[in-house]
C-alpha cells in the first residue's frame, strides 16, 4: 500500500494515483478546478497510448534531458497540475540538471503562488522563483504574461508541463527553446515545442532526471548530436499515430 489505499499492482493503480494527487491539489488550493478538467481531458489521450512511455516519447525524454543540461540558464515551469503531481520529482530533475524552478499559473491568485511555492519546498526546492514577476511574455495581456525577469524571462530552455496553448506559443516565439509535456499531440502546446513529450507528466519527469543522470559526463558536442538528432514533427506523429492505433481491449 502506498499514499492511497490501493494496492500497486492494482491494474489502474497509476491512473488511480494520480487522480488522488489532483484531487488533493484542489483541496490544499494548489490546483484550480480547471486543473480537473485538463487532468481528465489528460487521461483520455493516455488510455489510448496503453498508460505507459512509448520508445518515441523516450526519445523525446532524452532529449529533452540534454537540452535541459546543454543549456545556459534551464527554467521548469510549474503549475497547479504539476505542483500537485510532481512535487519531489521536479526537484529532482531540477537538482540533476541545475535548472532553476518557477511558478507560473495561468490563472495567477497571490495566495495559490505562495501555496505551490511552499508545497515545493515542502518537497526540498531550496529556491522558488515566480513570485517577484518582473518580467512579462510579450503578446499575452498583463496576468498571464508574468514571469520572472531572472527566471523564465533570462532563461534559453524551458520546460513548460501541461500548458495552455497561447502562452507556450507566446514562449516559442520569444526564442526560447521549448520542452513541453502534454499527452495531447494535437495540442498547440505541443505543436509549438521544440521537443514534445506526449507522455503522462508522472512517468515523463522521472525518466528526464534518469536520462540526464546518465548524459551528465557527456561533452557539449555529445549533447548537440542528440539534440540534432531529433525530429519534433516525427515525435508528433509516432504519439498520434499509437494514439489512432490504441488498443481498447488492452
Ligand atoms: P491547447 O490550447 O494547447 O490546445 P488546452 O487549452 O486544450 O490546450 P488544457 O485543457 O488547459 O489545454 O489542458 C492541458 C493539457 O494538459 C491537455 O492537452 C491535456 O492532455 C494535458 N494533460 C493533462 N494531464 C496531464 C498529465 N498528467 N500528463 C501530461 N499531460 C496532461
Avoid at 499492482?9 to 487522480?19: C, F, I, N, V
Wanted: glycine content about 8%; overall charge negative; proline content about 4%.
Amino acid at each position: 500500500m502506498s499514499e492511497i489505499e490501493i494496492p500497486e499492482s492494482h491494474p489502474r493503480y497509476e491512473s488511480l494515483l494520480t487522480r488522488h494527487r489532483i484531487e488533493e491539489g484542489v483541496e490544499k488550493g494548489i490546483t484550480s478546478q480547471q486543473g480537473l478538467i485538463a487532468q481528465g481531458r489528460g487521461e483520455a489521450f493516455d488510455y489510448l497510448l496503453g498508460e505507459e512511455t512509448i520508445p518515441s516519447a523516450d526519445d523525446a525524454e532524452r532529449v529533452a534531458a540534454a537540452q535541459l543540461l546543454a543549456a545556459e540558464h534551464a527554467v521548469l515551469s510549474v503549475n497547479g497540475n504539476v505542483a500537485a503531481l510532481v512535487p519531489g520529482e521536479i526537484v529532482d530533475l531540477a537538482e540533476a540538471t541545475g535548472a532553476d524552478i518557477e511558478v507560473n499559473l495561468f490563472n495567477r491568485t497571490a495566495e495559490r503562488m505562495d501555496r505551490i511555492a511552499d508545497h515545493l519546498r515542502d518537497h526540498g526546492a531550496t529556491a522558488v522563483k515566480g513570485l517577484e514577476a518582473d518580467g512579462r511574455i510579450p503578446g499575452l495581456d498583463h496576468e498571464r504574461a508574468k514571469v520572472d525577469a531572472d527566471g523564465i524571462g533570462d532563461a534559453d530552455v524551458v520546460l513548460v508541463p501541461l500548458e495552455d496553448g497561447d502562452r507556450a506559443e507566446a514562449l516559442a516565439e520569444m526564442g526560447k527553446t521549448e520542452i513541453v509535456i502534454d499527452l495531447n499531440p494535437l495540442s498547440r502546446s505541443a505543436q509549438s515545442a521544440a521537443v514534445p513529450i506526449i507522455d503522462n507528466i508522472i512517468r515523463a519527469v522521472p525518466n528526464m532526471t534518469e536520462h540526464a543522470r546518465d548524459l551528465r559526463d557527456h561533452s557539449a558536442a555529445e549533447l548537440e548530436a542528440i539534440i540534432d538528432g531529433f525530429d519534433a514533427e516525427e515525435a508528433l506523429a509516432a504519439a498520434e499515430q499509437a494514439i489512432r492505433d490504441g488498443d481498447l481491449d488492452k
